[in-house]
């Protein structure tokens, strides 16, 4: 009140009397302390007489926290490495610390040595080819949370939040704002034996395609370079088989993969090129739900719908060598496997596409190399009864 003046509830009755007053108004007077009204349309509420200004509610002079605010990872650091031939570049989130290190064994002994202290919660680093494994491996050995991602995700990132120079340095900054914004998911790393099984399997891919590449120039070369490119077909011819006979030892070699590929090989249509490409480059079949590693491999439907239009489903992106693979299992799958053989024909009655009803059968051939493994229970067919 004005004038030092405090002030006391005064009840003023209406022209009827009534048992409760009808208005509340204060009346100045000197010599005490001004008591808060109890007002249900004031926004400031109750006040203690102990209480500060300041603390009543609304008007809290308190500092919210990251929680409140929803940046909880602002105060987590995040890291992110651009890797190249010859060097690392890193970030840190959000303290905007930067380095640059050599990308050989010392250079990863520092990067270990300076994100154990740090204790970051994520690591990012790009697919790139191979150049990222070794970074990869010595952060993984040293249990730091390391995760590989897509460079297409960060690139689309970069742009959705206006980053459009590209500089190793830059690309290290927004690799480590994707980890603290994104989030992406922590998998467990494949070790050595498996790293080695996925480098000889894609080794044959490679001699696959060499071997394709060349048989088609020997239908269009002159003569004068035939020789050449059959001896160079034979040659490829013989290190396929002798590489099919390495992956068969490699995994009749482990216990675990001997059971794991005697269980895969109980459903009809599948064989040893498609089980080792399953326990290579899925790990995570048998131990995560059918639409998740549906979406990993990239045969999950994607809608293409807005408003009232309706766009046909299509499936895109994921793990394309494992699609590959499963696509050649699915066509011998669909003659000799019933459940997907009754799968197949049925969709062809219903009027799809051919490759569209493969498609599907690719999809179910995962599922069930997916529940086979899940369960530790061989495939057996049982018929419903009509």
Known sequence: MTNGCSAIVVERHAA??????????????????????????????????????SARKGRSSRQRTPTEYGHVNDMQSNVGIDVSQATLDVAVSPSGEQWQLTNDDAGLAQLVERLRTLEPERIVLEATGGYEVAAVAA????????????????REFARAIGRLAKTDALDAQVLALFAARVQPQLR???????????????????????????????KMALE??????????RYLDKRIKELDRELHDRLRGSPLWREKDNLLRSIPGVGP?????????????GTTGHKQVVALVGLAPLNRDSGRWRG??????GRAHVRAVLYM???TAVRLNPVLKTLYERLLRAGKPRKVAITACMHKLLRICNAV??????????????
């Open 188 to 218: 467990p790393l494949p070790d050595a034996t498996t790293r080695e099984l996925s480098a000889v399997l894609a080794r044959r891919r490679q001699l696959i395609e060499m071997r394709t590449a060349e048989t088609n120039r020997l």
């Open 273 to 285: 090129i498609l089980t080792t490409t399953l326990l290579a480059d899925v790990p995570e079949l």
């Open 16 to 53: 009827r009397q009534t048992t409760k007053p009808l208005v509340l108004e204060t009346v100045p007077q000197r010599g005490r302390l001004a008591e808060s009204v109890s007002n249900p349309n004031s926004c400031l509420g109750d006040r203690r007489a102990d209480q500060p200004v």
């Open 224 to 233: 004068a370079v035939r020789g050449d490119i059959r001896e160079h077909l």
């Open 373 to 386: 493994l899940a369960t530790q229970t061989p495939w057996r067919y049982q018929p419903l009864d009509n």
């Open 139 to 154: 952060l993984g050995i040293a249990g730091l949370p390391v995760v590989v991602v897509n460079p297409r995700q960060v």
């Open 312 to 317: 046909k489903r299509s499936i895109w992106g």
């Open 329 to 331: 299992a699915a066509l």
